[in-house]
């Protein structure tokens, strides 16, 4: 099986064509070689010598794979060129990340692996000339790692001006205490980038309270690792729970000005819901394709699966959110690249209708599939999990119906009707 991309009317044409370039690359270098890249997902009871074996083939692969992904000129699409980057414009990279995600694994291989995406285009953004030089460059070359410690377990994720983790200025140090979970990366992580609320006795820095991300090495004295959280079954994962205890760190740590972590915040999520939509689009075409093939093919009951009523629904309703969920999530990032005053509406919009529709599609797929769709020969298992998980991630379907809404009845309230030919 391989993606299949055809130039689109009236897109730019470097556009269409870094579709196209990628999608070779995908097909040439990648799906070929899945179960090799990402044998340690499938071979999770195998020991010994012939694991480690394993382990090695796989990452000497990924090393030899990441390498011919700079040669393409592929490598880091998020970042600005002077960082090593390809410097995309917001709807080209949209377009690029529903092609990777095609493919299982594939955006790490062209270094946009999350947390450390989003942590270094915050960097590249907020950071000082001595913190790119730190903590970026090292991200950008793969000799480090790094984590985004924001949600804590007593207080709301959907709402970040709620967060408790205080950093005191002490001197010329911050004294972090707070309690967080659900830290990416938290197990392999260098550093973190710790959502506080900062309080410059001083004044010299902002007001009190104030939303303020701040750069903590986990080697810190103080950062406490508690566990990696269990999730769906799994006893564990790189999503830590972590306890900062009188952490200090060197004021210079702070990323940005205080108070702007909330912005920074925003930035790096808003950005990121489109992407992860834009992703799950492209596995939603994989499951797709997983099922038609599946039902050109398996004989069942005197006849091949296409005969079937009930898989011709599947296929005909998979279509149809496979195509809705793709045009609103281009809608929404034309509106982001152009600027567009609605954009926020929108990108609540697919945040809601995306991963309902993914999860849907990913479901009939294993349907149709049986057995073999919940096993982890095929990719199917880990979206539908994934799919279930971007409910939560980046807000609540809720919050964001709430914020939808209200946004609606905004521009109504002041005389003014939706422009739904936009």
């Not at 390809?86 to 709807?91: R, S, V």
Request: proline content about 5%; glycine content about 10%; charged content about 25%.
């Amino acid at each position: 099986m391989a993606i299949n991309v055809t130039p689109i009317p009236g897109l730019d044409p470097d556009i269409n064509a870094l579709r196209r370039k990628t999608a070779d690359f995908i097909n040439d270098e990648i799906l070929p070689n899945e179960q090799v890249l990402w044998r340690s997902r499938r071979d999770a009871g195998v020991t010994g010598e012939e694991r480690d074996a394993g382990r090695q083939e796989s990452r000497e692969l990924r090393d030899e794979i990441k390498a011919r992904v700079n040669k393409a000129g592929l490598w880091a699409p998020h970042l600005p060129k002077e960082y090593g980057g390809m410097g995309l414009d917001f709807l080209a990279l949209a377009y690029m990340y529903e092609i990777l995600a095609y493919a299982v694994g594939a955006a790490t291989l062209f270094g946009i692996a999350a947390p450390n995406s989003g942590n270094s285009t915050i960097l590249v953004k907020y950071g000082t000339e001595e913190q790119k030089r730190k903590w970026l460059l090292p991200l950008i070359e793969g000799t480090m790692q790094s984590g985004f410690s924001m949600t804590e377990p007593d207080h709301a994720g959907s709402d970040p001006r709620s967060i408790q983790t205080e950093a005191v200025r002490e001197g010329d140090e911050w004294v972090i205490n707070g309690h967080k979970w659900f830290t990416s990366n938290g197990t392999d992580a260098d550093f973190f980038i710790v959502m506080c609320r900062a309080n410059d006795p001083s004044g010299e820095l902002g007001s009190p309270g104030r939303m303020t991300q701040i750069i903590v090495p986990t080697d810190t004295p103080g950062v406490n690792i508690l566990r990696g959280i269990g999730i769906f079954g799994h006893a564990t994962s790189d999503h830590c729970e972590i306890k900062y205890e009188n952490v200090r760190v060197p004021v210079e740590n702070t990323l940005g000005l205080v108070g702007q972590g909330h912005q920074a915040a925003q930035d790096r999520l808003g950005a990121g819901r489109v992407y992860h939509c834009m992703n799950s689009v492209g596995q939603m075409w994989r499951a797709f394709d997983l099922m038609v093939e599946r039902s050109l093919t398996r004989e069942v009951h005197g006849g091949l699966l296409k005969e079937k009523q009930f898989i011709q629904g599947f296929i005909a309703e998979s279509y149809m959110d496979v195509q809705s969920a793709r045009l609103m999530t281009i809608n929404a990032a034309e509106k982001v690249a152009n600027g567009d005053p609605d954009v926020r509406t929108a990108i609540s919009a697919i945040k809601v209708f995306v991963p309902a529709a993914y999860h849907r599609v990913v479901d009939r797929a294993i349907q149709v599939w049986g057995g073999a769709g919940v096993s982890n020969d095929l990719p199917l298992g880990q979206m539908y999990l994934t799919a279930r998980v971007l409910r939560l991630a980046d807000g609540p379907d809720e919050v964001h119906k709430i914020l939808m809404a209200k946004n609606i009845l905004h521009r109504y309230e002041n005389g003014d009707s939706w422009n739904f030919g936009n």
